[in-house]
């Protein structure tokens, strides 16, 4: 039965599919019968992956088998601090990729927990509560406010029912229920209003359904499926890594043979040689790689902490560097979930209202005047009204910060948020609901009705009784006989009639919520019934609310415009209202296309592929539709970050390039399916992520830089010399040595080199874009073969002048190849030239420089070291030849391109 329009079908013919009674329900037996067939009411879960090998996989990575050869290699070479080293980094790898796969397992057990643990149904002719698991189709389940729904049901009986379903659907406020069929099939969940869907909850009323779908065949079992059947996308950085290790294994491996050939071919010593291979083949193969990818992005999270990001998944940090597109929920992300009230219209004259969520301050204007709304008398009757014809409650509660820290208190609505809306109103015009209803006793309330969509409540104040009344403006207006004008009441003719519904249509076109106000004064006698309270009333005027923008994403928006990154808007709620804020937000451009969950649905793949360039805003969409629109959006080549806190996002979030989710707002679903979590759910905050996200990638591609082309500079020096018939330049444990040194502090300390002040003046790189992009390829070879040739000549010229002191020559050589790749780190710092940025703005990359000299100096001076690294002192002329010669890759190549740039400076200013 899972492919039935259940909201399309009467209820006589659900009745009659499911062979139950409204009034009896079923009976046991029957219920024990379908429990059976149709299974537990639970969400269930794929084959469970045990943590143990969910460890182990962790090991089948590519880099990681080669990590682990090397292991081997260094622990037979005597080298154990290299082999330590190796073993612990991939352990580290091991563990947190561990934490992020068994975290995204735990998923489906949020969704789980979102789930009721009781359920009242009929039975046998009699209300009863059972375990949600026992609920089967066919079930009539009672429901009422504090509920929540344990399956999905077609109603058949409603009194005020109001359902929270923002978690499913995205709307922003509780949906209405009504129990007519409806006739359109291809309908958003939102719109399904005779429907009540497992997991949402019940903010007020009660009503009747028939069970229709239990466990996996709900909306949302549908989502638990998705969530397990899609695929989480790997990172760029990742798969650019992985692409990257096997060429450079590859390549070392196949380079090192052929020195290790050469040298034997020159009739060197076949056991040195393979010693000298071995050692040359460690020290080209990047192992420390991973670990300073790692701990480069494990700085950039702890940065990103500070700035309210929290990342769940490292890599994830790079991918927002190279997002082209932010498909960003409305509800709690781009406004506050916070219904307020912003607008009034009373008797001809607008107000605005200021203020910020359900904080009770906020001034009043009519115009650019302020006024105050206690010395006006329809403003302040208004207020009273809409308070004391109210049930929400405001109130000051704590958040918990923390031992150190101190508790802030925030506002809170208890009850509905369009009331709560109301309470907050009254209290920035000093009308406390507390204060008012000391004064004013409730003698009897008339409940919001759906065929009425009038709320009423009867006050006294001593002798004085009056009648409060609030509901939807057009109807409302039909009830009342006069109107407050010019503060004054006067008779409600058709020409006032018709000042109001130009107001009314004016608010609904600004994707304003809106509501009536009316009252009258008892004079004679008690009013009984509704009908007699709710005539002859005097109509006070409209407060036109909204779910307003937050005040710092419009900044946020115009930031990622010029980083070159489109925000898309994604939400369940209304197609006006939708349209409203992204025009606020500037988020739709004149010629943005706006679509709805039915234009969705009716589009073929060809056609919506074609637009969905141009689509900026979706409304009224389901959770099928996000996926959707982001596998589009990828298909089109666009790196996606997805935003959402509701249940209905976290498929979309596990499917995007970087799923984020709201830390405040957001649900345990969506926080578990994603990438990263903002802890103050601001959108802003985005900005900040992608601008470490940016500098994170470079900087990983400024120690690839730095890595790659000084272990050319160290293959070519070995190479070359073997070519030659040179004896060996450097021995093993000199080139270990140089591995150990340079690319350890130095290459860590370019990780967190700080981020250059344009780059979110930049576009988005292409997700394609291949590591050695931008000429990187070419920085990498051109400073690796001078460093190699320069190594290699002051090991010639040393060995010239001194023929029988090959030591002294390998010390020139081994400190040439550490100066040079020590001066050469601070090229690696910008891809213009090493005069491009300040020398001493790094401390920690000057720290360790000045640590690796340190050590090569032990190494050279220390009597103890000198047998063992093959050493001998150098004296100050040697010092001046490795320094300068040490200099040349980097000061040739940076000054060649300071002058090419100053040429074409000067060019452009002859030419203007």
């Known amino acids: 039965?899972?492919?039935?329009?259940?909201?399309?079908?009467?209820?006589?013919?659900?009745?009659?599919?499911?062979?139950?009674?409204?009034?009896?329900?079923?009976?046991?037996?029957?219920?024990?019968?379908?429990?059976?067939?149709?299974?537990?009411?639970?969400?269930?879960?794929?084959?469970?992956?045990?943590?143990?090998?969910?460890?182990?996989?962790?090991?089948?990575?590519?880099?990681?088998?080669?990590?682990?050869?090397?292991?081997?290699?260094?622990?037979?070479?005597?080298e154990y601090t290299d082999a330590i080293t190796i073993i612990a980094i991939v352990i580290i790898n091991a563990i947190l990729g561990f934490i992020q796969e068994y975290r995204a397992e735990r998923s489906l057990q949020a969704l789980k927990e979102m789930t009721a643990p009781n359920a009242k149904v009929v039975r046998d002719g009699k209300l009863t509560i059972i375990p949600a698991l026992e609920v089967v189709p066919g079930d009539i389940v009672y429901l009422e406010t504090g509920d929540r729904v344990p399956a999905d049901v077609r109603l058949f009986e409603s009194h005020d029912l109001y359902i929270e379903e923002s978690v499913l659907t995205g709307e922003s406020v509780p949906v209405n229920k009504i129990i007519d069929t409806i006739t359109y099939e291809n309908i958003p969940l939102g719109d399904q209003k005779n429907m009540a869907f497992m997991g949402t909850l019940i903010t007020r009323g009660v009503g009747y359904g028939i069970v229709v779908a239990t466990g996996m065949n709900t909306e949302m079992g549908k989502i638990a499926d998705l969530i397990q059947t899609t695929e989480e996308m790997e990172t760029p950085l990742q798969r650019k890594l992985d692409q990257l290790g096997k060429i450079l294994v590859i390549l070392s491996i196949a380079l090192t043979v052929l020195v290790v050939v050469t040298g034997i071919w020159h009739g060197h010593n076949a056991y040195d040689m393979f010693l000298a291979g071995v050692s040359l083949a460690v020290a080209a193969i990047p192992e420390g790689l991973p670990a300073i990818v790692t701990v480069a992005l494990a700085l950039g999270v702890q940065r990103m902490i500070k700035r309210n990001a929290i990342v769940r998944k490292l890599p994830s940090v790079e991918t927002l560097g190279c997002s082209t597109v932010i498909c960003s929920d409305k509800t709690g992300t781009l406004t506050q979930n916070k219904m307020t009230v912003t607008n009034l219209w009373i008797g001809g004259k607008e107000i605005n209202v200021s203020g910020r969520g359900y904080e009770p301050k906020g001034n009043f204007y009519i115009g650019s005047k302020e006024i105050n709304p206690g010395r006006v008398a329809s403003i302040a009757k208004l207020l009273e009204v809409g308070v004391l014809c109210n049930n929400a409650n405001l109130i000051?509660?704590?958040?918990?910060?923390?031992?150190?820290?101190?508790?802030?208190?925030?506002?809170?609505?208890?009850?509905?948020?369009t009331e709560g809306a109301l309470i907050v109103l009254g209290a920035k015009g000093n009308y406390n609901k507390k204060s008012l209803e000391k004064n004013w006793k409730r003698i009897k309330e008339f409940p919001f009705d759906s065929s009425r969509k009038m709320m009423s409540t009867i006050v006294q104040k001593q002798n004085k009784q009056m009648v409060a009344v609030k509901g939807a403006p057009d109807v409302l207006l039909e009830h009342c006989t006069s109107i407050i004008w010019d503060e004054k009441i006067v008779p409600l003719t058709p020409v006032f009639k018709k000042y109001v519904k130009k107001a009314i249509e004016k608010m609904a076109n600004q994707a304003l919520r809106n509501l009536g106000f009316a009252y009258k004064e008892i004079k004679n006698g008690k009013i009984v019934t509704e009908r007699e309270a709710e005539r002859d009333l005097i109509f006070i005027g409209i407060a036109g609310m909204i779910d307003p923008p937050r005040e710092e994403v419009k900044e946020a928006i115009q930031k990622c415009k010029r980083a070159g990154i489109k925000t898309v808007m994604i939400t369940g709620d209304h197609q006006i209202t939708a349209m409203a804020i992204a025009k606020q937000l500037q988020i739709l451009p004149p010629n943005g296309l706006t679509v709805n969950g039915q234009d969705l649905y009716n589009m073929s793949n060809n056609e919506f592929m074609q637009k969905v360039d141009d689509i900026y805003v979706y409304a009224r969409v389901s959770p099928e539709h996000k996926l959707r629109i982001v596998k589009a959006l990828q298909a089109k080549d666009h790196v996606v970050a997805m935003t959402g806190d509701g249940v209905n996002d976290a498929p979309a979030i596990k499917a995007a390039d970087i799923g984020i989710s709201m830390g405040i707002t957001g649900t345990d679903v969506s926080k578990e399916?994603?990438?990263?979590?903002?802890?103050?759910?601001?959108?802003?905050?985005?900005?900040?992520?992608?601008?470490?996200?940016?500098?994170?990638?470079?900087?990983?591609?400024?120690?690839?830089?730095?890595?790659?082309?000084?272990?050319?500079?160290?293959?070519?020096?070995?190479?070359?010399?073997?070519?030659?018939?040179?004896?060996?330049?450097?021995?093993?444990?000199?080139?270990?040595?140089?591995?150990?040194v340079t690319d350890g502090l130095p290459a860590m300390a370019l990780g967190i080199d700080p981020v250059e002040e344009d780059i979110m003046n930049r576009p988005p790189r292409d997700s394609k874009e291949g590591i050695f992009a931008r000429g990187?390829?070419?920085?990498?070879?051109?400073?690796?073969?001078?460093?190699?040739?320069?190594?290699?000549?002051?090991?010639?010229?040393?060995?010239?002048?001194?023929?029988?002191?090959?030591?002294?020559?390998?010390?020139?050589?081994?400190?040439?190849?550490?100066?040079?790749?020590?001066?050469?780190?601070?090229?690696?710092?910008?891809?213009?030239?090493?005069?491009?940025?300040?020398?001493?703005?790094?401390?920690?990359?000057?720290?360790?420089?000045?640590?690796s000299l340190l050590l090569l100096i032990g190494v050279i001076y220390i009597d103890q070291l000198q047998p063992i690294f093959r050493t001998v002192e150098l004296n100050a002329f040697d010092w001046l030849l490795t320094i300068f010669a040490g200099s040349i890759p980097t000061f040739a190549f940076g000054i060649r391109t300071l002058l090419t740039t100053r040429k074409k400076i000067n060019k452009l200013v002859s030419d203007s």
Not at 12 to 25: A, H, P, W
Request: net charge neutral.
């Open 673 to 740: 399916a994603s990438s990263l979590v903002l802890s103050d759910d601001n959108f802003a905050t985005i900005v900040a992520a992608i601008e470490e996200g940016r500098g994170i990638y470079e900087n990983i591609r400024k120690f690839i830089r730095y890595l790659l082309a000084s272990n050319v500079g160290e293959i070519l020096t070995m190479f070359l010399a073997m070519l030659a018939g040179l004896p060996l330049p450097l021995v093993p444990i000199q080139i270990l040595w140089v591995n150990l």
């Open 396 to 417: 000051e509660a704590e958040e918990e910060k923390g031992f150190f820290k101190k508790n802030k208190k925030s506002w809170m609505v208890q009850g509905d948020p």
């Open 776 to 851: 990187l390829g070419w920085k990498i070879i051109s400073r690796g073969i001078v460093i190699g040739l320069v190594t290699l000549g002051v090991f010639i010229i040393t060995l010239n002048n001194e023929p029988n002191n090959l030591v002294k020559a390998q010390t020139m050589a081994f400190t040439t190849l550490v100066l040079a790749q020590l001066i050469h780190v601070f090229d690696c710092r910008s891809d213009i030239s090493v005069f491009h940025r300040n020398f001493f703005e790094n401390k920690y990359l000057i720290l360790a420089v000045f640590s």
């Open 1 to 78: 039965m899972t492919n039935y329009k259940w909201h399309t079908i009467p209820i006589n013919e659900i009745q009659t599919m499911f062979q139950v009674d409204k009034e009896k329900g079923l009976s046991s037996k029957s219920a024990e019968k379908l429990l059976q067939e149709y299974g537990a009411n639970q969400l269930e879960q794929g084959e469970v992956i045990s943590p143990l090998t969910i460890f182990l996989n962790q090991f089948k990575d590519f880099m990681v088998l080669v990590l682990l050869v090397a292991t081997l290699i260094s622990g037979l070479l005597g």
